[in-house]
């Protein structure tokens, strides 16, 4: 069934009419924000003006995410939209086979019980949205019987606090959405973990991650709000106070999104932060009507374009930082696309979501999927018909992890996609990656990340993985270094992990769009000057030009690129990459006879590495001459395309601003 905008529209008009009817719960929309230290954004909300709202508020159960009404309308959804009704299928199919399944234990994992509780998660929704789609006891009975499991843990191990924020959203989740269907004494028991072992937890014991800069304080405050707001009538002044940390400090996470909507820890975890973030803003919405100005964040208004964005026409990520190429769908993006009327945000999701959720029908499976699948039925609309896509070309993120795409084409899976990464490795999951880049044309990606290295594999080694000083063990992960990233290498040294690559020049002008990057502080020491060019060309092929002064003479600098492409021809100046029925050609065009190498990345350089198979480096080393001065000048040509002169190689500093 195919619909216009308009869908959208009546259903943003109906969220913003609910919102409004709830705002009686005490007051408008929103509450002015204010700047505060650290350029975070606070909403102008005091304690005592929260428990007024509290105290007044008698919003009735359920009504986090969603009241009766909206879980009611959920099953006439399903009866028009085919998407819907798949995943009400799935969701059903799901929590059927749930039944037969033991509930949580406490089961570490290394330092986390995050698994578990993710688990947990995973359950609840199900089960509970189950109930809602059939009216069916056994479902509620179940999610009773996990949630008890879970209450009764000794605790949900606060010493990795996003296991405590997970498994606190997912009891008060089912506590909430199935109220009515406890039993008092399952009710009580509940109500008392998600006091005990979660909500109270940052009020009595002052934690770090409260005004932590990156994913932690999204998720932790979204389950620690998600929690008080569960139990408002009996904690109101439990939940005044946790409301108020909240407000304060989740800002701190949330400037990452300035000033454009990009996410400095890549796409992986955009989706993690920013799906829990979502899911903050939607349970105070839902509950007091007002977000206290959360979503008026600088660059929040932007961030559903990101994945899009960050993501090549192959439809695999541009994952810098700790995270993988494979794109799944995400639910909070349908939240984010109704929220600002933007369809085109949701390019390719219908079609992904709709193959997973066919996949795994298909498995039978009880535990596989998203643990947030079963909420996409609140935000779900029908697809809508083709609509103009809004989001550019060509994108610079700017903010403290400024990374650069250009494409030549949206709806061309054979487009050309090239993304820049600037940055400091010292940022949180942050790699030795200053100047790297993922390559798409023709329907292949041919440079690839290879992503994050398994965390509780090294950890387990007694090795610091989170310390990203110089001489850290994170450096000397494969990965995680320079050596294992498609950027330069000076005598065999790796980048500095307090430098900072600038993004100094962009330009989504045609015919020559390019992004220009200083990593001079990155090499600090090996290099006085260090810059490096992309440029995407109207034949659609992508210039990548180096710029270096201040070279030790004699230096060997390695030019480098990772990919799953078998490379022919090697030992030339132009070398034939082929993977399926795709060939890119990769020219050395300066300096002279240099020639391409493969070196080997599927075999691991340490004991503490992961094989990457099916993968090899395609480089080549060149000298820095008596002047210390080198321009490396690389062009990749898709197909059979060549610029036959369309181009003539010119300084860095005369590509325009």
């Known amino acids: 069934m195919k619909t216009s905008t308009r869908n959208l529209r009546k259903y943003v008009a109906l969220r913003v009419a609910t919102a409004l009817v709830l705002s009686a719960c005490g007051g ?35 009504r986090l995410l969603a009241n009766r009404e909206t879980l009611a309308a959920i099953r006439r959804k399903t009866e028009s939209d085919p998407l819907a009704r798949s995943i009400a299928d799935l969701v059903v199919q799901q929590a059927t086979g749930m039944r037969n399944e033991k509930p949580v234990s406490r ?80 009710r009580r028991e509940i109500r008392q973990a998600i006091v005990r072992k979660g909500v109270n937890l940052p009020l009595t014991h002052p934690m770090g991650w409260q005004r932590s800069k990156n994913n932690w304080g999204q998720v932790c405050h979204a389950g ?33 999104y300035a000033p454009h909507g990009s996410y400095p820890e890549g796409p992986g975890y955009w989706a993690y932060g920013t799906g829990f973030n979502g899911l903050l803003i939607g349970v105070l919405e839902s509950v007091l009507g007002t977000d206290f100005g959360l979503s008026q964040a600088p660059g929040f208004s932007e961030t559903g374009q990101f994945p899009s964005l960050a993501c090549g026409p192959t439809s695999l990520f541009f994952n810098f930082c700790d995270g993988g190429d494979q794109r799944v769908p995400q639910p909070i993006l349908f939240w984010f696309a109704a929220r600002y009327q933007r369809p085109d945000w949701l390019l390719g999701e219908y079609d992904l979501l709709q193959r997973q959720v066919d996949t795994l029908l298909a498995k039978k499976s009880a535990s596989a999927g998203g643990r947030l699948l079963p909420l996409v039925l609140l935000w ?95 450096w000397t992960i494969f990965r995680l270094n320079s050596m294992g990233h498609n950027t330069l290498m000076i005598d065999g040294q790796l980048q500095r992990a307090d430098g900072h690559g600038q993004v100094i020049s962009f330009s989504d002008q045609l015919p020559f769009s390019h992004t220009v990057v200083d990593m001079s502080s990155v090499y600090q020491g ?66 002279n006879r240099m020639v391409w190498q493969e070196v080997d990345t599927a075999t ?54």
């Open 28 to 62: 408008g929309l929103h509450a002015a924000g204010a700047q505060g230290e650290n350029d975070s954004y606070l909403p102008a909300v005091t304690l005592q003006q929260l428990r007024q709202r509290i105290e007044a508020c008698k919003t009735p159960h359920p």
């Open 224 to 256: 620690m709000v998600a929690g008080a707001l569960a139990v408002m009538e009996d904690e109101p002044e439990r939940a005044a106070r946790t409301l108020h940390n909240g407000l304060r400090n989740v800002t701190y996470s949330m400037a990452a």
């Open 604 to 657: 691991p350089r340490n004991s503490w590495d992961s094989p990457n198979p099916g993968t090899r480096m395609l480089a080549f080393e060149a000298t820095a001459p008596q002047t210390g001065s080198l321009t490396l000048t690389v062009l990749a040509t898709p197909g059979q395309k060549s610029s036959h002169g369309e181009w003539v190689p010119k300084p860095l500093r005369e590509w325009g601003p």
């Open 526 to 591: 090996q290099a006085e000057s260090v810059r490096r060019g992309f440029a995407l060309l109207p034949t659609r092929e992508v210039l990548i030009q180096d710029e270096l002064t201040g070279l030790k003479p004699g230096s060997q600098v390695r030019w480098a690129m990772i990919t799953r492409a078998v490379a022919e021809s090697l030992g030339q100046a132009k070398v034939e990459l082929r993977q399926a029925d795709a060939q890119l050609t990769m020219h050395i065009v300066n300096p």
């Open 107 to 186: 089961i570490m994992q290394g330092k986390r019980l995050l698994a578990q509780s993710r688990l947990c998660l995973k359950r609840v929704t199900t089960l509970a949205m189950a109930y809602h789609l059939t009216g069916n006891q056994l479902h509620a009975s179940r999610c009773q019987q996990e949630m008890l499991a879970a209450a009764r843990f000794r605790d949900w191990n606060p010493s990795h606090f996003l296991d405590v924020a997970e498994m606190t959203f997912a009891l008060a989740l089912g506590y909430d959405w199935l109220y009515d269907q406890l039993d008092d004494q399952a």
């Open 380 to 474: 779900l609309v029908p697809k809508p018909e083709q609509e103009k896509i809004r989001m550019p070309l060509n994108w610079s993120s700017e903010g403290i992890t400024p990374i650069t795409v250009h494409r030549s084409a949206w709806s061309d899976r054979e487009a050309t996609y090239v993304g820049v990464k600037g940055g400091s490795p010292s940022a949180n999951h942050g790699h030795m990656d200053i100047g790297s880049f993922v390559l798409d044309a023709d329907g292949q990606r041919w440079a690839m990340d290879l992503g994050a290295e398994g965390y509780h594999k090294i950890e387990s080694l007694g090795m610091s993985l989170w310390e990203r000083g110089q001489d850290s063990d994170r």
